[in-house]
């Protein structure tokens, strides 16, 4: 189940052009990705606090339409892919008011030791929690999928 996140566009999150510079962008990733942890009951505090964080390895985004300042945007995060390892989100930027499309946006992100740096294989504290919110995304694929071919749906 996505995770939506609102957040409205700052006078300093735009550049000389006057639309939000497109950096801001892989800021609100995080802030999407941070909030959907938080929904499965976990934090980067107490991640880091049992020695664990949570670096990226590779993001993307695909810039559709700008945003502005004073605009409310929605922050779609999903997940994509887990393993003890690794996790991947997928994102949608959209503006609140229009519902317009801004960016879609990827990340990959390991589990590594606070003081070495290695990858790690992420404790069963937090595995389990990442593993329903997988499940939970699943079944919220499998009803969008069956309302999309529901002959009755208006």
């Known amino acids: 189940m996505p995770v939506i996140t ?4 700052n006078f300093y999150d735009t550049d000389a052009m006057a639309v939000v510079h497109h950096a801001n962008y892989i800021r609100w990733f995080e802030t999407g990705r941070v909030e959907y942890l938080r929904k499965y009951g976990i934090t980067l505090g107490d991640m880091m606090e049992d020695g664990y964080v949570f670096p990226i390895t590779e993001v993307r985004a695909k810039y559709v339409s700008p945003g502005r300042f004073d605009d409310v945007i929605c922050i779609e995060t999903r997940p994509r892919a887990l393993t003890k390892a690794k996790m991947a989100f997928t994102y949608r930027v959209f503006n609140k008011k229009t519902g317009e499309l801004m960016v879609k946006g990827f990340t990959q992100n390991v ?8 990858i790690t ?4 504290k937090y595995y389990t929690k990442l593993q329903q919110a997988m499940a939970d995304e699943s079944v919220w694929q499998e009803l ?3 309302e999309e071919n529901n002959p009755h749906r208006k």
């Not at 589990?111 to 290695?118: D, I, Q």
């Not at 294989?121 to 069963?124: A, D, F, I, K, N």
């Open 6 to 9: 609102e957040h409205k566009v």
């Open 111 to 118: 589990f590594t030791h606070k003081e070495s740096g290695k």
């Open 121 to 124: 294989r992420l404790p069963e």
């Open 144 to 146: 969008q999928a069956k």
